[in-house]
Structures are given as structure tokens and as C-alpha cells.
């Protein structure tokens, strides 16, 4: 199974609600991440975990809060988003981080913050 | 970051070759040079990657300028499913856990 999943496929949400990604690996990959992706621009990347303890924040507002339950499920909390939040939100995996190592990619939420 | 230049977009025909081309002329000896694409509405995939050598999978080959100032991805025979976002993308000790996305190449595919 090599296939990184995501749940929702679409959200809306209000700029004053709290809402939750879900991203689920069953590869036994220990690195997981977040990207962002606006339209018509490349992937940008959020927040790196590896060993579920997070070793990467590119910068990210506060708004977003990652979290790594275990090494299979990462969640993104959303909290007080503004409308320009609005992107598609990425999950990738890894066996563990290195220069050669392959990202598997979910399908990805796409976000709407209205 | 080392950083690529990619061609905007290209375009080619169902079952023809396909060369994608990258230059990274800051390269240095560390950085491996690895391709992703992005199919529409999906998340990117990884392609390929290499060093120093050039590498063949079931996907595509790659070939790196003996200098490794550049890369070539070679798609054997392009197919409508080909059409995608390629990126060409380095990788250095430095900062291994991240993937830098640049623009990429839009290739499109005629039947």
C-alpha cells in the first residue's frame, strides 16, 4: 500500500470556526509533512515531523497547528483563518529524511475560507 | 538552496519522445537532482532521481550533464496521461527533509 490518504476532499469554512485535515500513511514512513499549495503555484512546504515530534515549521502562522498522534496519522488544526488561507492543503510521507528519499503525496484537501 | 530554471511550458504528441530540460548551474557535489510531477487535481508524484549517473526506471530515464550543471528528464513515449506540472528539484544534506518546488514545466500532450 503505497498510498497516503486525506480527509476532507473539500472544506468550507468560516473565518471564525475551527476545523481539522486529516492525513493517514500505512508505509511505515517516519517523516511526514505539510505543504500549501495556491493556484497555479508549486507546493510550499509547512511543517516537517519526523519520529512524530516536529522538526520543521517553515514560519507558519499560529492559525495552523499541526499535530502527530502517531508515526501513521498527521492532523492540522485550523483556527481564526482568513480568506487567503484558501489553497489546497498537501500531506507527503517519507522513510525517514535524507537527500534521496521519495515523498508520496496525498490527493490533498482543498480549502475554501470564506 | 541550490535553485533550477525550468522551461514555462512545453508541448509534444502522444507517443513521441519527451525531453524536459532543468539547469542548476549552483549545484554542487551533495545535491541530488530529482524530478516530481503533478498530474491535474492530484498531489505531485515523484518521477525519478539521481547523483551523478544517468537513471532509468518504468517511468522515465535521466539524464545528467557530465558537469552537473544540468539534467534531462526523457519521457520514451509520451501518452495523454503524461500531461502534467514537471519539477525538477535538488536535495542537499542541508535541509535533506525538504522538497523546494519551483515554477516547473507544464507539459502538454496532443493526441
Known amino acids: 500500500d503505497t498510498e497516503v490518504t486525506q480527509t476532507p476532499k473539500h472544506l468550507v469554512m468560516g473565518m471564525t470556526n475551527k476545523k481539522s485535515l486529516k492525513c493517514e500513511q500505512h508505509?511505515?514512513?517516519?517523516?511526514m509533512y505539510w505543504y500549501k499549495q495556491k493556484a497555479k503555484k508549486p507546493p510550499e512546504l509547512m511543517f516537517v515531523y519526523s519520529y512524530e515530534k516536529l522538526s520543521i515549521n517553515e514560519s507558519v502562522p499560529s492559525r495552523f497547528s499541526p499535530e502527530c498522534p502517531n508515526s501513521s496519522l498527521l492532523n492540522l488544526h485550523l483556527h481564526a483563518l482568513q480568506p487567503e488561507d484558501s489553497a489546497l492543503y498537501l500531506c507527503?510521507?517519507?522513510?525517514?529524511?535524507?537527500?534521496?528519499?521519495?515523498?508520496?503525496f496525498g490527493p490533498g484537501t482543498r480549502l475554501t475560507v470564506t | 538552496d541550490a535553485k533550477t530554471t525550468q522551461p514555462n511550458s512545453m508541448e509534444s504528441n502522444e507517443e513521441e519522445p519527451v525531453h524536459l530540460p532543468c539547469n542548476h548551474s549552483?549545484?554542487?557535489?551533495?545535491?541530488?537532482i530529482h524530478w516530481y510531477r503533478q498530474l491535474p487535481s492530484q498531489g505531485p508524484e515523484y518521477v525519478i532521481h539521481g547523483l551523478t549517473s544517468n537513471v532509468n526506471n518504468r517511468m522515465a530515464s535521466l539524464a545528467i550533464a557530465e558537469d552537473r550543471k544540468s539534467s534531462t528528464l526523457i519521457l520514451h513515449r509520451a501518452t495523454l496521461r503524461d500531461a502534467a506540472v514537471y519539477y525538477c528539484?535538488?536535495?542537499?544534506?542541508?535541509?535533506?527533509?525538504?522538497?523546494?518546488f519551483g515554477q516547473g514545466t507544464r507539459l502538454t500532450i496532443n493526441p
Open positions: 508505509m511505515g514512513h517516519r517523516a
Open positions: 528539484i535538488l536535495r542537499g544534506p542541508q535541509g535533506a527533509q525538504k522538497l523546494v
Open positions: 507527503a510521507s517519507s522513510q525517514i529524511e535524507g537527500a534521496f528519499s521519495e515523498q508520496y
Open positions: 549552483t549545484i554542487s557535489g551533495t545535491d541530488y
